[in-house]
């Protein structure tokens, strides 16, 4: 899979738990990844830094923790994070 594709899985799994303001960047995300594939790894890395961020994000359905979502989420990010670090590394040789 590439990265626009892990945004857009966190896009639509945001979507499902009603978190419009997140959804709607990583679908902006993955878009911008296509145009601007410098910036977008950028903007993505920067997400995961620094207490409150993406990285600590904790997923709730009806006020009750979400176990099913966290656990979807805990992949993806790990999956983003590790891809995003690869292609800025690649870009680096």
Avoid: P, W
């Amino acid at each position: 899979m590439t990265i626009k594709e892990y945004c857009l899985q966190i896009n639509k799994l945001l979507e499902v738990i009603d978190n419009k303001q997140k959804s709607d960047l990583f679908l902006r995300l993955g878009n911008q990844y296509v145009t601007d594939k410098k910036e977008a790894l950028s903007n993505i890395k920067s997400l995961y830094g620094g207490m409150g961020s993406f990285n600590d994000m904790v997923l709730y359905t009806d006020g009750k923790f979400d176990i099913e979502a966290n656990e979807k989420l805990d992949v993806l990010k790990e999956i983003l994070y590790h891809a995003v670090l690869s292609e800025i590394i690649e870009s680096r040789i």
